[in-house]
């Protein structure tokens, strides 16, 4: 049996959980659970993103006839997100393996501080062998802070959880070079090295009333990914084992490559923004994080300049003023200032809550030309 400490994140559209019907097909969901519940063994860290609300509410409620508006969609949300989360729990209760629900908008990934509390509470799951199972808050979100389909949601929760890989699964084989529903001659194209025009021009919308935003969601969101280092494949949600086999490197679906080094895409997102302050540290602190490649903790710091928040940009720089790093901060400017030449121990007494005990992870910081 193979093991690996691998992330995947796995896209089900509401075309395969319900595979084409009016409802959840609970069996298919049984045989993706299945195939979850070996790769969780094999050590996989897995996360799902799920479609599916809408339709379980619509099917829920027995088909209402409600007005056209957006309330009445957040309605069948509201009512169906219950319904699609037992339904998953139930599912893995079979393996003995726990899940837990995380609803997301734009906003939550958008906002610097957020961002790091969505990151930290999937890596919490993670952590502990809790499968995340995610979906768009859609019973609240507004237009203005929704991402508005769940291609795009799962690229942003792959760079989140700096996946490996995101599967986009949904009702054909993979990416064709016209669509399939109005073309019965069109070709599977298996590899896509670089997103052109011409690849975009080709997606065309959905090719039912269930689904949104069909192919052309998902080469943004492939865009989106491999841009960060996440390699992206869609794949047949319906062919047997698909999870497991493109896991393991079998060839399904269309492949799309990685167009930048993933730590590198991670950083141009996280360092977007100009610094908000500067944290001026001792001399131990310079020596870890230059020399020794490690966080920076409190007890490094001697001063820090600027109002921020959890999760902003700020400088790092010496006592003599010369800047070193940038790095997106763990605590806010208020309580930096409180636990600066403390130890980490002291974080929880000082402060009255803790987010762990550095003051920036290394994996949040880029060092600057010597
Ligand atoms: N070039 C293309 N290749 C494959 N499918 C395409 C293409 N252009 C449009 N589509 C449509 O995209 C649909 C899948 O998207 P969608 O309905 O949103 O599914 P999901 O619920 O899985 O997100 C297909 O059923 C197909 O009709
Ligand atoms: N969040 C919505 C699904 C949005 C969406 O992108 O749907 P799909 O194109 O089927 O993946 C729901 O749960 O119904």
Not at 4 to 20: C, E, R, Y
Not at 172 to 182: E, I, K
């Amino acid at each position: 049996m193979q093991n690996t400490n691998k992330t995947l994140v796995v896209k089900f559209g509401t075309s395969t959980l319900t595979q084409g019907s009016p409802k959840l097909n609970y069996p298919h969901m049984m045989e993706i659970v299945r195939q979850f519940a070996r790769l969780h063994h094999e050590g996989y860290r897995l996360v799902i993103v799920t479609s599916g609300a809408i339709a379980a509410g619509r099917h829920y409620l027995n088909h209402p006839q409600l007005p056209p508006t957006i309330a009445s969609k957040q309605l069948l949300a509201a009512v169906g997100q219950s319904q699609l989360i037992r339904t998953w729990e139930k599912l893995f209760a079979i393996y003995d393996i726990h899940i837990g629900q995380i609803l997301l908008t734009r906003a939550d990934i958008e906002d610097r501080e957020r961002f790091l509390n969505a990151r930290d509470t999937l890596h919490a799951l993670l952590d502990n062998r809790i499968i995340p199972v995610i979906n768009e808050n859609d019973a609240v979100a507004t237009a203005e802070i929704k991402v508005g389909d769940n291609d795009n949601l799962s690229a942003l929760v792959a760079i989140l959880v700096q996946a490996d890989q995101l599967y986009l699964l949904t009702d054909q084989q993979g990416l064709f070079d016209s669509d399939p529903r109005h073309n019965p001659q069109a070709k599977l194209i298996p590899c896509v090295d670089k997103i052109t025009d011409h690849i975009r021009a080709i997606a065309g919308g959905s090719g039912t009333s269930l689904g949104t935003g069909g192919m052309s969601t998902k080469i943004t969101a492939a865009d989106v990914a491999t841009r960060s280092g996440v390699e992206t494949v869609i794949a047949p949600g319906n062919r047997e084992n698909v999870i497991a086999d493109l896991a393991h490197g079998v060839a399904v679906g269309t492949r799309f490559s990685v167009q930048s080094d993933r730590l590198e895409g991670r950083k141009q997102w996280l360092f977007a923004a100009p610094a908000a302050g500067t944290i001026l540290i001792d001399q131990g602190a310079q020596d870890a994080i230059l020399v020794q490649h490690r966080s920076l903790l409190p007890a490094g710091i001697l001063q820090v300049e600027g109002r921020f928040s959890r999760g902003e940009v700020v400088k790092i720089a010496t006592q003599q003023g010369k800047d070193i790093a940038l790095g997106a901060v763990r605590y806010n400017s208020d309580a930096l200032n409180m636990i600066k030449g403390h130890q980490s121990q002291d974080i929880q007494a000082t402060l009255g809550y803790e987010y762990g005990n550095v003051a920036i992870h290394r994996d949040d910081m880029i060092i600057l030309n010597k």
